[in-house]
């Protein structure tokens, strides 16, 4: 059986409504009522479901001039179409009508086709339009929809060929967790407002799309030079309310170059710019180009494969000795993953370290490598070797991901090992991202008997106030700090000073990329405890480690 739509009679006279009612029950399911305010409160019961309304004008308690204006204040029901019935053939009734926001009229008395076929069409009429709005409108920015949003692009395109144009894409890149934080009505606030400062960015004249969740697309003529794109856009992420500081916008642009392009295609390149500087603190702003391309090319090309290399052992690990400056010889070592492709060949990790980062796979190699670390320990105490330790080291996301401090325990029992056989060292911006968690994990993993390196020390987000707050043992000063700082007395004399500091609060200090005996004399003056770099040993393959062990004192 077919649903009968719903219509609504507003009219006093109660013979009126009968007369109506019986024109019409045939089609529709018909709902009265006796004046302008039982009107209202049946529509909100009703809602969109009322198809149409037939509404006379001279009603009490609520006329029907009066009920026009109330309805247009109602949003969504303000949509409904309304045939207003007039006394006879009154232009006078007709006009007001129409200009109270009523869709149609017809005479009194009834004619019961014309009403029928009036009905029919009004309806037939709303509900096309409301799908072909629901077709090219995002319900919810008031932005086209991705199919309508590649139409249009079309047209300008072609319309337009002297124009240069590009396609910016943005991603809100927090969004999840602000949906989580303040709830769905609020992230869809926070989309609605995304919408309106595209709008604003990129002017009236550009054309803009909701293309998923959280991503908003747009063809703006490129009148702008690349510099100024991205100061705007950065400007416009400072200047947001405290409470959107945590969501960040990352935009992607993509120029037209060439118009036989996909429009489709055209998008996907505005995004991968976008997604490439995903969770780059201070970058907003990213240019589609070939460079890109490969590179994403590339990413995906190891993200298909990684499993299986990993399965298949092709990470292996390197160790680069560190030097104990106090006691003249060797101090242990770092463990440092290699990747032998069987047909790329030989990879460093800042190959693919940064993406497995991004892609998540990072705890899976991770547990990996220290796994191969354990094992090698536990040969060498078997063979009678000295006992040094080796520091493996531990990113980001195996802090977030993983249960560290279950992962590792169980893992040197495993091996008869102790803790402090293994060294952790843990990235400085770890402590950056979220220092409760990182202070967390490092204590217990301190008390179980891991000996903490704060890694890459003086590189980026230094926090002296770190140093106070957390427990560790280690201090590693980064690479860039030895290479920059110890030029110039100035510099020299903050080396000084931290190294003083760290060994205030109890700590070592392990100076790496150490390349120069120049470098080492001044780090041994300034008492720093250890040094790793080339000028004492690069990273080696662990059997050639093994020679310098034996013989270790
Ligand atoms: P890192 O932990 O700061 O490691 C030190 C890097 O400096 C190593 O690069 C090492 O080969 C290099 N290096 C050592 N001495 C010198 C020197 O005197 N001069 C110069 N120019 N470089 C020196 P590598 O092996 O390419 O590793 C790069 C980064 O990749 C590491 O930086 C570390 O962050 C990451 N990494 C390496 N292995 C692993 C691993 O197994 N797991 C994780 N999560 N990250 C790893
Ligand atoms: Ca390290
Ligand atoms: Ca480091």
Redo the contacts with the bound molecule.
């Keep these: 059986m077919k649903l009968k739509k719903h219509i609504l009679i507003v009219e006093d006279n109660e013979l009126n409504r009968a007369i109506l009612h019986d024109i019409l029950e045939d089609e529709y399911d018909v709902l009265e009522a006796e004046n302008g305010q039982v009107a209202l409160d049946i529509l909100k019961e009703y809602k969109e479901n009322i198809s149409l309304i037939l509404l006379d004008v001279m009603m009490p308690v609520m006329d029907g001039y009066t009920f026009l204006d109330r309805l247009k204040e109602e949003g969504e029901l303000s949509l409904i179409p309304v045939i207003v019935m007039t006394q006879g053939d009154s232009e006078e009734d007709e006009i007001s009508a129409l200009s109270h926001g009523a869709t149609d009229f017809v005479p009194k008395p009834y004619r019961p086709r014309v009403i029928l076929h009036r009905a029919a069409s009004l309806i037939k009429f709303r509900e096309t339009a409301a799908l072909i709005n629901q077709f090219q409108y995002d319900q919810l920015t008031g932005l086209y929809s991705k199919e309508f949003f590649y139409r249009k692009v079309r047209e300008k395109l072609e319309e337009n060929p002297e124009k240069e144009y590009c396609i910016i894409s943005t991603n809100v890149e927090n969004f999840k967790l602000y949906n989580d934080a303040f709830g769905r009505r609020a992230g869809d606030l926070l989309l609605q407002e995304g919408a309106r400062d595209i709008i604003k960015t990129v002017g009236n004249d550009s054309i803009s799309g909701r293309y998923g969740a959280d991503r908003f697309m747009v063809l703006a003529e490129k009148n702008w030079e690349e510099k100024e794109l991205e100061f705007y856009f950065t400007d416009a992420v400072e200047n947001r309310p405290e409470k959107l500081k945590n969501v960040i916008l990352k935009w992607g642009v993509y120029e037209i170059t060439d118009r036989t392009v996909p429009v489709d295609q055209m998008c996907d390149r505005a995004l991968l710019a976008a997604d490439s500087i995903k969770g780059k603190y201070n970058q907003h702003v990213a240019f589609y180009d070939d460079t890109l391309r490969e590179k994403l090319l590339r990413e995906k090309a190891i993200t298909d494969i990684m499993d299986t290399a990993l399965v298949e052992g092709q990470f292996i690990?390197?160790l680069?000795p560190k030097y104990d400056l106090k006691k003249d010889c060797m101090a242990g070592a770092?463990?440092?993953?290699?990747w032998i492709h069987p047909e790329w060949g030989f990879m460093?990790?800042?190959e693919f370290?940064p993406l497995?980062?991004k892609n998540g796979f990072?705890p899976n190699?991770?547990q990996n490598?220290w796994r191969q670390v354990c094992a090698k320990i536990r040969e060498w105490k078997k063979k009678g070797y000295p006992s040094l330790p080796v520091s493996?080291?531990?990113?980001r996301a195996?802090v977030y991901q993983l249960d560290l401090e279950k992962v590792l325990v169980e893992l040197t029992k495993e091996y008869g090992i102790h803790p402090s056989e293994l060294h952790l060292?843990i990235?400085e911006s770890a402590y950056a991202e979220d220092p409760s968690r990182i202070i967390h994990t490092v204590n217990r993993l301190r008390d179980q008997g891991f000996i903490i390196e704060m890694?890459?020390f003086g590189s980026g987000y230094s926090s002296l106030n770190m140093l106070n707050q957390m427990r560790m043992d280690i201090l590693k000063l980064?690479?860039m700090f030895i290479r920059n700082e110890m030029k110039k007395p100035m510099e020299q004399s903050i080396l000084r000073y931290i190294i003083d500091m760290s060994h205030g609060l109890g700590l070592r200090v392990v100076a790496?990329?150490?390349?120069t005996l120049e470098q080492l004399e001044r780090l041994r003056a300034f008492g720093c405890d250890y040094i790793?770099?080339?000028?004492y040993a690069?990273?080696m393959p662990i059997a050639e480690y093994e020679e310098l062990l034996k013989v270790a004192k």
């Design positions: 690990v390197y680069q770092e463990a440092l993953v290699r460093s990790p800042g370290i497995f980062e990072i190699l991770d490598i493996v080291n531990v990113s195996d060292e990235t890694d890459d980064d690479m790496e990329g150490v390349e790793q770099g080339y000028y690069k990273p």
